[in-house]
Structures are given as C-alpha cells and as structure tokens.
C-alpha cells in the first residue's frame, strides 16, 4: 500500500477530488499518484496543521513560569504593563 499524506481541498476543485466526494477546506488522505494530477490544477495544497500558540514548536508544553510570568522579574513588568495601562 502506498504512503499517503494529507492535503486540504482548495476553492478550486469541484464536488469531487481523486474520486472522493469532498468539501472545500476538508482534509483528505491521499497517495502521490492520486494527487499528482489534483496539485497540478490547484485543487488540492499540502496540508500543514497549525501550530498552538500555547505550545512550542517541539510539541511540549509552555507553563506560565517558563514564559516569564510566575518570575518576580516577569510579575513586576506585568505590574508595570498594568498601571501604564491604567493611566
């Protein structure tokens, strides 16, 4: 069987991409042979998921103290930020 990757379905394509009966926007498995044709005519672009802003890059995880907040130095800019905010 051969490898498959994903691909999002573009305003271009019609009712129906590779054979499948689709949606613009849906998110579609597919192998390269079966979207060679479907990339060339715009119907379809590779798909690439979009990235939390809560998390990093190399999928762990992003807490307040290692984004500075739970610092003293980070709680006295966000002290700061706040009274300037006040004025």
Do not use: C, N
């Not at 290692?66 to 610092?71: D, I, K, N, Q």
């Amino acid at each position: 069987m051969a490898e498959k990757t994903l691909f999002r379905v573009t305003g271009a394509a019609g009712q129906y991409v590779a054979g499948r009966k689709v949606k613009v926007g849906a998110v579609i498995a597919l192998s390269g042979a079966q979207a060679e044709y479907e990339l060339a005519r715009g119907m379809i672009v590779p798909h690439t998921p979009a990235i939390s802003p809560d998390t990093p890059e190399d999928g762990g995880s992003i807490d307040r103290a290692t984004r500075g907040l739970e610092t003293e130095e980070g709680a006295q800019r966000a002290s700061q930020a706040s009274a300037k905010g006040r004025r």
